[in-house]
């Protein structure tokens, strides 16, 4: 079985500031891909970012840009020049190579202050 | 493309009642899934289909029902609705990468339902 764990429940930060948000995963797989997901007030999930446990490289988006620690099992999430838009719940989630079955984190709500 | 679409936006049963919730997408993905999410939770498998003619159970299947005789549709079915089973149901369709990897799992608007 796979889990993941978001540790934070909440993060609040300035506008224009950068916040960090935490994940731990637990997984028996060597190939794996790791997910970051955008869920706003309006419930739609969106996807921030992406990472392939074999690359070692980290996955940068525009503003958003994940630290992968492969041997740790950890795969934290940067929002930088935060704007009122990143607004909402961040879920961490893990899928295996082979098949089409997320396991998601608990959540995190990011409030972001004008 | 309209992506992945859900019907109804809401719904309300009565314990015992029985009803089909349905999910479609127009990407000609091979994969899709259903998902629930509980209030304050993460989303959780229910079950998912690689194909057409294919499904299986996810981590959370009890009473519920899937099929998947095209590529297009995947309905789920509560046979006896439960208040347990009170959550928003989010579908979900995704394709093979290279190699068997995965891409991005595009998700529907979430149907929110409501058992009395």
């Known amino acids: 079985a796979q889990t993941v764990t978001q540790s934070q429940p909440e993060m609040s930060v300035q506008e224009a500031e950068t916040v960090t948000l935490s994940c731990t995963y637990d997984?028996?797989?060597?190939?794996?891909?790791l997910f970051w997901y955008k869920q706003p007030p309006s419930r739609q999930m969106i996807l921030v970012i992406r990472?392939?446990?074999?690359?070692?490289q980290n996955a940068t988006e525009n503003r958003f840009s994940v630290n992968f620690q492969k041997a740790a099992k950890s795969f934290s999430l940067k929002i930088s020049d935060s704007q009122l838009g990143d607004t909402a719940m961040y879920f961490c989630?893990?899928?295996?190579?082979?098949?089409?079955?997320?396991?998601f984190g608990g959540g995190t709500r990011v409030l972001v202050k004008p | 493309n309209a992506g992945v679409t859900q019907t109804p936006k809401f719904q309300v049963l009565k314990t015992g009642q029985s009803m089909t919730l349905q999910c479609a997408q127009d990407m000609n993905h091979e994969y899709m899934s259903w998902y629930r999410q509980d209030p304050g939770m993460g989303l959780r498998l229910i079950h998912y289909?690689?194909?057409?003619?294919?499904?299986d159970q996810g981590e959370v299947p009890n009473g519920y029902n899937v099929s998947r005789s095209t590529t297009e549709d995947f309905p789920l079915r509560l046979l006896s609705a439960a208040p347990s089973q009170t959550s928003v149901y989010f579908c979900?369709?995704?394709?093979?990468?290279?190699?068997?990897?995965?891409?991005?799992?595009?998700f529907g608007p979430g149907t929110r339902l409501t058992v009395l």
């Open positions: 289909s690689v194909g057409a003619g294919i499904t």
């Open positions: 989630a893990l899928n295996k190579a082979a098949g089409n079955k997320l396991t």
């Open positions: 990472q392939e446990a074999y690359k070692q």
């Open positions: 979900a369709s995704s394709y093979t990468g290279l190699a068997g990897g995965h891409n991005e799992q595009f």
């Open positions: 997984t028996s797989e060597n190939n794996y891909y």
